[in-house]
């Protein structure tokens, strides 16, 4: 059976050789890597930039980003026939093409990112390692803890102001080579759409850019969203532990902070936001206007096939809605996590309309194809391009998150100085 011919439904003069070759983890993979760079330019807001209102979520962002980094790989790995090969790009990097060079760009972002964790967090891996040491008794776990943080110190030991000044310098200049890095991640993504001629939907100068806009949207909706979300596991857990440990945080100190991170943060959400939408609607406009000779069938696909997909979830749901919600008076914390679930249905449908959508018209401009996405799986391959395999890329990075969160303070440690 040829590739994609268990779920295109195919509609009036479509070529027999064509098909949905590109299914949800294609539309899984521009969206994951779009988190990756939106979550790493949210840390660098205050890294950088210096915006303090920004320091509680920052530290959290980062990590975020890095829980991420590996998951951007894997809707392509799972996509692939021969996924035993994928390694190859990143062993034998080249700029041949633009799949080519995600290796390079790919190992140097996470190359940077590991980089500026080390940084941020190398006082607490000396001051955890010494405290472990000074213990004559330790556990067993307490000895493998102390031995990782001994490793994770990589022979650093100094913690003078002298030296945790020059950390921050560090961490500041890896933070402003990261954000064109981490745009470059995901706007080549965009790039590889907006280069295929062959294709009239993809064809477009602006692809990139409307791509890297809605990554760095996509990014900060789920930081806040992830950030609230531990925020409410956080008091659950103090509210135990505070018995034994009355200097704990109290609910209304937690829930104060959460609102205040998450109603500045959502500051920075409306300004990409706008930037976005702008970008998006100009490239409509200037589609509809030039009207170029294949417009009549991207009219047929974007005006009557998609339109529910592209005016409703996309542009209604997606945009309009949490611009309402974003802009409306007293925000709340409640407001800002819808606000931020149907922007990113918004940025997840964007994507969707991108990739499914650019396949849905055959060759001939005669015929239609549809996507329909395997629910339940009955065999590998509808496991790995149906419904099962993109809640598996979702879930995956919650739970590197959950192993980070494990070895270092996501949201700072009494002694903290960045």
Known sequence: MVHGEVWTLKEF??????YIYWSIQIV???FMTGLVAGAFVLSSLYHVFGVQKLKDIARFSLVFSFALLPVAMMPLMLHLQQPQRGIEVMM???FTSAIAAFGIVFSTYGMIVAAEIWFVYRRFFVETALELRAKQHRTGIESLQCALYTILTLGAWDISEHALEADERAISRLASIGIPVACFLHGYAGFIFGS?????LWMTPLMPVIFICSAVVSGIALCILTYVITMELRKIVYARKRRNDPTLPTNDELKSVEKNVVIMTSKYLVMFLVLAISLELLDLIFRTYTAVKSWDILRAVIYEKDFFKIFVLQYGFGNLIPFIIFLSPGLTVKRAVLGTILVLIGVFMMRWNVVIGGQAF??????????????IPHDLETFKEGLAG?????????????GLSNIVPIFGT?????
């Not at 295929?196 to 009239?200: D, G, M, R």
């Open 196 to 200: 295929v001629k062959a294709n009239a």
């Open 390 to 402: 993109a809640l598996m890329v979702i879930i995956t990075p919650y739970i590197i998150f959950f």
């Open 362 to 375: 055959s060759g001939s401009f005669s015929g239609f194809m549809e996507y329909a996405m395997p629910i």
């Open 92 to 94: 034998t990097p080249h």
């Open 414 to 418: 009494k002694n903290d100085t960045h």
């Open 28 to 30: 899984m993979y521009p």
């Open 13 to 18: 003069f479509v070529y027999p050789n064509e």
